[in-house]
């Protein structure tokens, strides 16, 4: 454990922007980490730690109002905190950690990543076949290797049904000796982020098991004053940050789209659908998007989900890939591949195209003026059935040309087979 006086000047030290480190030397000396730190000072540094640039005195000050005698706590570290300094970037390179990856280019190691659905597209089927396959070293969706073969997964159950997770893993066979569930407490019946004993109980179990990857199912059920508390929002998402960013783990945060979202386009999933306050996509720096995607004229809960990145900070947006939920004995089996396509429901002008195509081609040359009276039987005025062969350019030619009274339209690549034909 750092001595007291280590802790105290450490913390001064990261309010003036220099990070927790103890001395301010030329050599450039241990960053330390919240939990090398004692209490009371663990909460101080905790809140420098988690503070954003520039705020982190606000923080330091909102976290020693807490304390039992924190005023005097805080005028301890303020007497030892050097001027606050703006580094260059040339300063602070060398210290900067390369991007890593958990999945490259979906989830990166020590930064958030969200994941956000419909309510039933299958978040938590999702995140637990990537468990899945961290766990068993079976690679990712997209071929891509597991960094860290068979590496422990921590899966924070905030909506408490241990049951339904165990029942899945049963199903898929994992070795349930590498997941450690993180459950409310009998007294509270609920895990709430916004409290100090539960930030305590997951920073601890992240820092004894060292999990490639920690999943939160999900943000909506991990605050008790809710995803629009911008105060409560934005500690929740800068502890988050940290438990990632402290032990090099990646951390998929399960969220939910807004009641009146984008289905009524086109079913996609995108930034805007999410749920909360913006603070949430804001700081995460990678944010999935599962889509179930309507592939015929019915929409089918059930039918095919397209997963793709709908946001990034860190590369360029890696090719979306298809999710299909398979029946399998008990339970479902996840299979992935190519995106499905997206239904596209013709226009009244679209579906007059390809009925003149169709036409000409069981028809031959057909006058227009027959070709019309035809037209209106299938419900396209003259208008839309001119426009259609317009719109088809090339594709529909004169026999005789347009100005003839004996003129026929005909599909132009008859003229290629005539003159095949006669050669």
């Known amino acids: 454990m750092i001595p007291e006086a280590d802790q105290i000047q450490a913390i001064g030290n990261a309010v003036a922007g220099y990070g927790l480190v103890t001395s301010l030397s030329s050599e450039y000396e241990r960053v330390w980490r919240a939990r090398d730190f004692s209490a009371p000072w663990k909460k101080l540094a905790l809140a420098v730690l988690e503070a954003e640039p520039g705020e982190e005195r606000a923080w330091l000050e909102a976290a020693a109002a807490e304390l039992t005698g924190g005023q005097a706590l805080l005028e301890r570290v303020l007497a030892v905190a050097p001027p606050v300094r703006f580094p260059s970037l040339e300063e602070v390179a060398e210290r900067l950690r390369p991007i890593e990856w958990l999945w490259p280019e979906w989830i990166p190691l020590g930064m958030i990543s969200l ?18 396959r961290i766990i068993a070293n079976e690679g990712f969706p997209d071929g891509a290797v597991v960094p860290a073969p068979s590496a422990r997964v921590i899966y924070v159950d905030a909506e408490a049904v241990p049951q339904l997770i165990n029942q899945r893993v049963e199903a898929w066979g994992m070795d349930k000796s590498r997941l450690f569930l993180m459950l409310p407490t009998t007294e509270r019946m609920f895990i709430d982020f916004s409290e100090e004993e539960d930030r305590e109980h997951l920073m601890t179990m992240a820092t004894r098991l060292a999990p490639g990857l920690v999943v939160i199912d999900s943000l909506s059920s991990i605050s008790s004053k809710g995803e629009n508390d911008v105060q409560d929002v934005r500690g929740i998402m800068a502890f988050l940050n940290l438990v990632a960013r402290e032990n090099r783990c990646g951390l998929l945060l399960i969220h939910h789209l807004k009641k009146a979202n984008n289905r009524e386009r086109d079913g996609m999933v995108g930034i805007e659908d999410l749920r909360g306050s913006g603070h949430i996509v804001a700081i995460a720096r990678s944010v999935l998007g599962l889509s179930v995607v309507q592939t015929g004229p019915k929409f089918d809960r059930n039918g095919p989900r397209r997963l793709e990145i709908i946001k990034t900070n860190l590369t360029g947006y890696p090719a979306p890939i298809g999710v299909e939920f398979v029946a399998m004995g008990d339970g ?48 396209f005025s003259r208008a839309m059935i001119y426009r259609a062969r317009e719109d088809l350019g090339a594709a529909i030619g004169d026999s005789l040309g347009c100005q003839n009274p004996k003129n026929c339209w005909r599909l132009t690549e008859m003229d290629g087979d005539e003159e095949g034909d006669e050669g």
């Open 115 to 132: 994941l956000g659905a419909v309510p039933g597209a299958g978040k938590s089927f999702l995140a637990l076949d990537l468990a899945r």
């Open 332 to 379: 479902v089996e996840l299979r992935y591949g190519e995106p499905p396509v997206l239904y596209k429901r013709q226009t009244l002008g679209e579906e007059c195209e390809d009925w003149l195509l169709q036409y000409l081609e069981e028809m031959g040359e057909v006058r227009p003026k027959v070709i019309v009276v035809a037209g209106r039987e299938k419900g």
